[in-house]
């Protein structure tokens, strides 16, 4: 069974570090790898990441098995929404359940903090975390096309799962 770790400052470069080798390696089916690159550095990158946690409340956490480090999660608070900002398995680590197992433990941590409901976006061509989304009791509420800068866009659905 996974457990959220949340991490430390100190340790955030090394959740960059896993970020950047779960997008080159997945995301290529979805994305054009100058796109992967310039997202990765924009919002997976130490630097961002460290933005993310100092001016907008973000909370960073490893998915772990024992000692073992399967992937990474990061959530902030939207009033009384969690928004799910990542959740990202290791390739040797999807289609094991654990990616629903994470979700639970994510909807858990929301429901003992007070949120009413979880919230995420996800690209509208990642057809296999929608359908995970789904069968956790998430659902699409709407779309959003977010300009990110340098003639690349986020085509994105808007799920939320309310506990």
Known sequence: MPELRFVSEEE???????????????????????QIDYMVE????????????????????????GDDILGYTAVCPR????????????????GKGLGSASLQLIFQYARENGFRSVCLTVNKHND??????????????????????????MDDYVMEKVL
Not at 17 to 32: D, K, Q, R, V
Not at 43 to 63: P, R, T
Not at 79 to 94: A, I, P, T, V
């Open 12 to 34: 955030i470069p090394s959740v960059a570090e896993l970020a950047s080798g779960i997008w080159h390696e997945y995301f290529p089916i979805i994305l054009s790898y100058e």
């Open 42 to 65: 924009r919002f997976q990158s130490s630097d961002a990441m460290l933005e993310q946690v100092h001016e907008k409340g973000y909370h960073y956490a490893y998915i772990t098995e």
């Open 79 to 94: 009033g009384d929404r969690l928004f799910l900002s990542k959740l990202y398995l290791m390739k040797e680590n999807r």
């Open 128 to 153: 296999k975390a929608i359908s995970a989304y789904r069968r956790n009791g998430m659902e699409v509420i709407h779309s959003i096309c977010t300009d990110i800068g340098d003639g690349f866009v």
